[in-house]
């Protein structure tokens, strides 16, 4: 499993600087960041580094959006009936000008646009289906990823999720680009039928012979391996890490304006705030907090150095480095050479993270909101609950996929 950088606000020198650094990678880019000219620059700059590729997320997720910068670019229509315009020229205008664009930025494959479902209905499949056989009937050069972008209430509903994989059997691409809206706002969800359904969907998707790349990840979905993904996107600020909709909105605030900086701590699947690694040194217990060898990047070997954490100048620029440094790694890692090994690995990661959290945390070593511990078991349930469901047919089909 590959880890794609989800482009965010102020990620242009990242996705340079890692994918460069890894001798290699995919960003995924986004018109809501950044305007017609620095899509073209960055696209170009990425393209030219060994292994260096590009994809473009039309983020037509709510066509009403107010978005100045994404209401800006060419391919964004100027008005929008919702009946109509699936049935007429403005889709095919829609999908002409997105063309020229992934043209222009050199994108390795062509990801179709994809409305927010709701729910999973007889309206929203007619969209998917007219985006899918007009971007087909018109496409002879690119591979062609249908978007799937489902509310939390969506995903929530197996027999939506069935529906949905049962109309896709009837879609003529080569991939799959899903986002899922977190429940309730959450991070890290505590749902576990949400992150089961999520990887169940994949599955189904896979098991067609799709490229499946699941958008705005966490470290939560490292747990995709079990569907053998090919990839998850992940990027620095949370709204690139889950996927709210409201993002694409004018009036979304910006977490820019909220400051703190986060250490991950892969091995606890946890993140921390530097004054907890304060008292992890007090405590004697910091050096359990390191990253292992083959995740270190070498962005935050000064917080390891014997001084106090929180004396040592550690900017967000190498915290989100290493994170996203670590979760390549992890991802890497993840997919096994058979069900029954990706499954063994998934466990190993839980019960490690478990075991280190249950020494820390008695220290008073706690991530707050972004402490797994609550989450493991979340996991747990939803990887048992995946065997159930896809265990057979992937233990046949492993080595095919």
Known sequence: MQLHLQFGYGMMEHCRSLISLWKGGTAIL???????????RLAGSINALPGG???????????????????????????????AFFQGPALTKLLRKLRELNVRLGCRAFILPGLLAASVDDDWLAIQRAIIEEGQAKEKHFS???????????????????????????????????VCEHPNGQYLVTEPNWVANVIDLAAGLRL???????????????IAALAKVNAIASGTWMNVRSFPPDKFKAPYEEEIK????????????????????DIARRQKVLSLMAPPADLDG???????????????????????????????????????????????????????????????APSGIRGQLRDFGEIIDVNRAALELFKTLRGAVLRRRWSTL
């Open 208 to 222: 067609r012979g799709a490229e499946v790349v699941l958008g705005y990840c966490n470290h939560q979905m490292l």
């Open 144 to 178: 062609l990823i249908a978007t799937i972008a489902l509310s939390a209430e969506a995903v929530k509903d197996e027999e939506q999720i069935a529906l949905l994989l049962e109309a896709a059997e009837q879609w003529s691409v080569q991939g799959y680009y899903i």
């Open 30 to 40: 986004s018109p809501r960041d950044l305007d017609d000219e620095q899509l073209e």
């Open 53 to 83: 590729e590009c994809l473009l997320d039309p983020q037509f997720y709510l066509p009403h959006a107010d978005h100045e910068r994404l209401c800006s670019h060419e391919y964004w229509p100027q008005e929008y009936e919702t009946g």
């Open 298 to 360: 070498g962005f935050v070997a000064a917080l390891f150095s014997g001084v106090q954490p929180s004396s040592i100048p550690f900017s967000e620029q190498a915290a989100f480095r290493h994170y996203l440094h670590c979760l390549r790694g992890q991802c890497a890692s993840a997919t096994g050479t058979s069900f029954d090994a990706t499954v063994a690995n998934q466990e190993q990661l839980l019960n490690d993270a478990e075991g280190l959290l249950q020494r820390l």
């Open 258 to 277: 909220q400051r703190a900086t986060w250490y991950y701590c892969a091995q606890a699947l946890s993140e921390y705030k530097i004054p907890f690694l």
